[in-house]
């Protein structure tokens, strides 16, 4: 009797026991899939924003070239085609074009012009605001740009702050972007045929 009664309480603990174990192993297979898809959707919103480069070190390759190449306040302009443009820089700063791959520029632009001109855009709007930002998870995107005169800016924190630059909202950005158009024909700006058909046509692209 007492053999039979030890027998069942070690069955029932055992049963008790791969109950437990069960359940355990649920909760964790589910907590593991959790933090998968936490990790996943972290790396989707890594990779969809843009890269950035270190807008004062951008500014650094521009003042070398002006320097070095023309001596003028004027930025790089090769047929108003802004990657050829951009290519220039290698000369100052190797590898800068690749640092630049999801970036737009607008050539026709000098420092000295309105800063409310955009010389410089991300192709797409960011929840980040510069390289330094590690906020992958704001649900607001903003199109970060650079004007003209960008070394000139305040670092006044607000809520628009880029480093050197700012951070618009996609009807600001249309704004500005179609004023900077604008003034380059409006003041006979060397190529700008070109670079207004080149910008005008993805501005047509952008919703609101």
Do not use: M
């Given at each position: 009797m007492y053999n039979t009664s030890q027998r069942l309480i070690r069955v029932v603990r055992q049963q008790e026991m791969?109950?437990?174990?069960?359940?355990?192993?649920?909760?964790?297979?589910?907590?593991?899939?959790?933090?998968?898809?936490?990790?996943?959707?972290?790396?989707?919103?890594?990779?969809?924003?843009?890269?950035?480069?270190c807008h004062r070190e951008l500014f650094g390759a521009f003042a070398v070239w002006q320097t070095e190449a023309t001596n003028t306040q004027w930025y790089p302009n090769i047929d108003g085609d802004q990657s050829r443009s951009l290519a220039v820089l290698e000369s100052s700063e190797s590898g800068i074009c690749q640092k630049l791959s999801d970036y737009r520029y607008v050539p026709g632009l000098r420092n000295g012009d309105p800063d409310d001109l955009i010389m410089l855009y991300v192709n797409r709007p960011s929840r980040r605001t510069w390289h330094g930002d590690g906020h992958f998870l704001r649900l607001r995107k903003r199109w970060v740009v650079l004007g003209p005169s960008m070394m000139s800016r305040g670092a006044s924190f607000t809520a628009e702050w880029s480093e050197c630059?700012?951070?618009?909202?996609?009807?600001?950005?249309?704004?500005?972007?179609?004023?900077?158009?604008?003034?380059?024909?409006?003041?006979?700006?060397?190529?700008?045929?070109?670079?207004?058909?080149?910008?005008?046509?993805?501005l047509r692209t952008v919703q609101d």
């Open positions: 791969r109950r437990q174990l069960k359940a355990l192993a649920k909760k964790t297979g589910i907590g593991c899939l959790l933090l998968l898809a936490a990790i996943a959707g972290w790396l989707t919103l890594r990779t969809h924003d843009p890269h950035f480069i630059g700012e951070a618009l909202s996609t009807t600001d950005f249309k704004r500005r972007l179609s004023h900077t158009l604008d003034y380059l024909r409006e003041n006979n700006r060397t190529n700008r045929a070109c670079v207004i058909q080149d910008h005008g046509a993805f």
